[in-house]
Nanobody
């Protein structure tokens, strides 16, 4: 089981960028598919982006496609979510998740390991 810790959240203005990090320990991140999810108050947790364990395939929700980029540095055991052109509707707690299979998934229930989340707030 891998332990995940997110960082990089904060309060930013609309149109700017943030990069979230997801540091993995107690496991080899290269053996895990990775996903990013987010949850705004009063809403269900939703899929944002995913990547297979070698980083050759990526997946995005339609709401972030073209603005967000998921990446993974297996040598550093760290995943990233680069978020550009942020909008107020991107405001949420962002979670990193891992599953010990080759593929990523957009279904949160397919993931076994989760970070504690990092708050992203985008002001208009």
């Amino acid at each position: 089981q891998v332990q995940l810790v997110e960082s990089g959240g904060g309060l930013v203005q609309a149109g700017t960028s943030l990069r979230l990090s997801c540091a993995a320990s107690r496991g080899t991140f290269s053996s895990y598919g990775m996903g990013w999810f987010r949850q705004a108050p009063g809403t269900e947790r939703e899929f944002v982006a995913g990547m297979n364990w070698i980083g050759s395939r990526t997946y995005y929700s339609d709401t972030v496609k073209g603005r967000f980029t998921i990446s993974k540095d297996n040598a550093k055991n760290t995943g990233y979510l680069q978020m550009n052109s942020l909008k107020p509707e991107d405001t949420a707690v962002y979670y990193c998740a891992a599953r010990r299979t080759y593929l990523a998934s957009s279904n949160q229930y397919d993931y076994t390991d989760w970070g504690q989340g990092t708050q992203v707030t985008v002001s208009s």
